[in-house]
Every structure is written in structure tokens, then in C-alpha cells.
């Protein structure tokens, strides 16, 4: 069965591939998903572009524990060499946009809640979410699901871990800053130029360093990464706009980065765009994860950013593929990464459930 299962995930995953979905663009891809769920005779649910389901011997006394991935797109950059819209297989890799971030998770994920659907007597009830806008974070992705499906326990977020354990992941705070000075003529004296005062701004960022230190997270990243100032080549301007992307450990929460940045920064305002991003983790102690160590997956905490983040109960990042080839050109992933990870989903599960 998990043979057969693993030839339709991959079979799956190249229909994903050649369907474009962009964030909030899904609506064909979300129709392939229902088409798997109704080949397999499983009863599923659709909210905008949200498919999810539950175990067939789902009992609302046992704690519940999610299956998640998602089944949007970046928009593929410039530099690919192959149509980002063709599945091609070449020297054991999967090539086409979205295999590696994150459809190999998904299909990998959905053969496995199928495997485990018509199973009894579990310890955890299933709910499986393949969710959209994932990459742009968007307003009806995961976030909107939390209301719908039942209450959640612990999930397992679908993404490219090399089928390693992230047991944290940091958060995430995006931030509008000014400064000002003193709009002028470029020809006259102006010893309040924005421009110049941001020098002392930018340094003071890029010299910052928040005092709590995580052990599996390590420091709070701050990192300038846009800056928009002047009209014409002869105007001084009044103001520099800056962003800022914090990426926040598990020792402060996205309130406190807020709250110290607006106290000591020496920009003009500085404001986040949101304070939802949080950072997440599960126990090392979890049963999740003590599975996964007794199968010799080794732990680790992400820097980067999953649908994890808008979860408040424990959960573990784990996936086939690689993170560093995501939003790359010439996305791929390998055809055995795809048969490791349900493999190693199941036997997980297994310990566990």
C-alpha cells in the first residue's frame, strides 16, 4: 500500500507542478486535492481554497493532531533555465516550481493521513489542512482554518526539512520606519539632510543586539532590507522610509521586539505591520519528537518562516526537501526524498499513534 500510495503522491505532485498558484490564486490546484479525496472515498471539506479532512474514526474525547501543508507558490524568478511549469524528471529530481517548497510535503502528507485514514483505535484523532496563501501570509490560509476544523493538540507543518526535526522556528515582525530632517534646494546649505541622518540610523541597526540569546533559535535577527527616499535629483527630501525584518527567538515575544524597537530605536516613528508572526516550538520531550530521534532524525531550530507560525499549540517542521533550494531557480526536489519522507511520516506516526 505505501508503495502504491507513494506513485500517486509523486503523480500527484507533478499535476501541482504544471496547475499554476500563485498566493490566492489556488482554485485549481485546491480542485487535483479534492480529486484525490474523492478517488480515495475520504469525505473532505473546502473553505476558499482550504482542503481538509479528518480520520474516519475521528472521536472528539481524544486530542487531535494536525496534518499541514500548503499548495500555493512564489511567482518564479528570473533565473530559471526550465519551464517552472513542467514537471521534468531528470537523474532522480523532480524539477518544476513549488516541488520542493512545499509540494513534496504536501503530497507526502496526503498519502500518509490516506494511509492512516480507515485505521482504529488511534491514540490522536487526524485532521490533515492543505492550506493556501501560504507564501504571502495571507488573511484566508491556515489562520482562517483555526476557527473551522477542530481544535488542534500538536500539528506536524509541511516543509523542507530533510526529514529532520525543526522542534522551533523564529517569528516574524516586519517594521515601517522614518526619518526626517529638513526638505531643501540640493544647491543650498542643509545641515538636516534625511538622507545623511540615516547613516547614524542604519549603524545603530546594524549594531543592535537583543540581550536573550535561545539555544536551539540563537540571536534575534534584525536586518534592514529597504529603503525609499527623494523625488528628483535637485530636492532634498523631508523623509527616508526604511523596513525592517526581525526575525524573533523564543525568548521574547513579537510584542516585546515592538516594544523595545519603539523605545530605543533612533528613528523618527518606527511601526509593525503585524504582531501575529510568532515564533514556535514543541518540547523536546514530546512524544513527536522523541519518535523522530528514535528513528536517528537529528533536531535543529529554523530560521526561517511556515504556517507554524500562526499555531499556538506545540509543533514540529518536518518535511522532504531541502529548504535552501526553495524560491530558487530551477526548483527541484528528489523522487527518494519524496519516498523517504512518506516512509518515514508513516513509521513516525506510527510510534505515536
Not at 103 to 116: D, K
Not at 235 to 248: T, Y
Not at 293 to 302: A, H, K, M, N, P
Not at 339 to 352: A, N, R, S
Request: glycine letters at 6%; hydrophobic letters at 35%.
Amino acid at each position: 500500500m505505501i508503495e502504491k500510495l507513494t506513485k500517486e503522491a509523486i503523480a500527484l505532485l507533478k499535476q501541482l507542478i504544471e496547475t499554476p498558484s500563485f498566493s490566492s490564486e489556488e482554485k485549481q490546484t485546491a480542485l487535483l486535492i479534492e480529486a484525490w479525496f474523492t478517488s480515495k472515498k475520504i469525505p473532505f471539506n473546502r473553505d476558499h481554497n482550504n482542503i481538509w479532512a479528518t480520520n474516519k474514526h475521528f472521536d472528539d474525547s481524544k486530542p487531535t493532531l494536525l496534518l499541514n501543508s500548503h499548495h500555493d507558490t512564489v511567482k518564479p524568478n528570473n533565473g530559471y533555465t526550465k519551464d517552472p511549469f513542467k514537471a521534468i524528471e531528470e537523474e532522480g529530481k523532480l524539477y518544476g516550481l513549488g516541488s520542493n517548497d512545499a509540494g513534496g510535503c504536501l503530497v507526502s502528507l496526503i498519502a500518509t493521513f490516506t494511509y492512516f485514514y480507515e485505521k482504529k483505535n488511534l491514540n490522536y484523532n487526524l485532521v490533515i489542512v492543505a492550506s493556501a496563501e501560504e507564501e504571502s501570509s495571507g488573511p484566508k490560509g491556515l489562520n482562517s482554518m483555526l476557527d473551522i476544523i477542530p481544535k488542534i493538540d500538536v500539528a506536524i507543518v509541511g516543509e523542507p526539512t530533510l526529514m529532520n526535526l525543526a522542534i522551533a522556528e523564529k517569528g516574524l515582525v516586519v517594521f515601517d520606519a522614518k526619518v526626517k530632517g529638513t526638505a531643501g534646494h540640493a544647491a543650498h546649505p542643509n545641515k538636516d539632510n534625511a538622507i545623511y541622518n540615516t547613516i547614524e540610523v542604519l549603524q545603530w541597526f546594524k549594531d543592535y543586539q537583543f540581550a536573550r540569546n535561545s539555544p536551539v533559535l540563537g540571536d534575534v535577527k534584525m536586518t534592514v532590507t529597504q529603503i525609499n527616499a527623494g523625488k528628483q535629483h535637485n530636492a532634498i527630501p523631508s523623509e527616508v522610509d526604511l523596513v525592517i525584518d526581525v526575525r524573533v527567538n523564543d525568548k521574547y515575544t513579537n510584542a516585546q521586539i515592538a516594544e523595545i524597537l519603539t523605545r530605543k530605536s533612533p528613528c523618527t516613528s518606527i511601526t509593525p505591520r503585524s504582531l501575529r508572526l510568532n515564533s514556535s516550538s514543541i518540547p523536546i520531550n514530546h512524544a513527536l519528537v522523541e519518535a523522530g530521534i528514535e528513528l536517528e532524525r537529528s533536531t535543529y531550530g529554523s530560521p526561517t518562516l511556515s504556517d507554524q507560525a500562526v499555531l499556538s499549540c506545540p509543533s514540529l517542521k518536518l518535511g522532504p526537501g531541502d529548504s535552501t533550494r526553495s524560491h530558487t531557480a530551477d526548483e527541484f526536489i528528489y523522487l527518494a526524498e519524496i519516498e523517504e519522507g512518506i516512509d518515514l511520516y508513516i513509521k513516525l506516526l506510527e510510534k505515536v499513534l
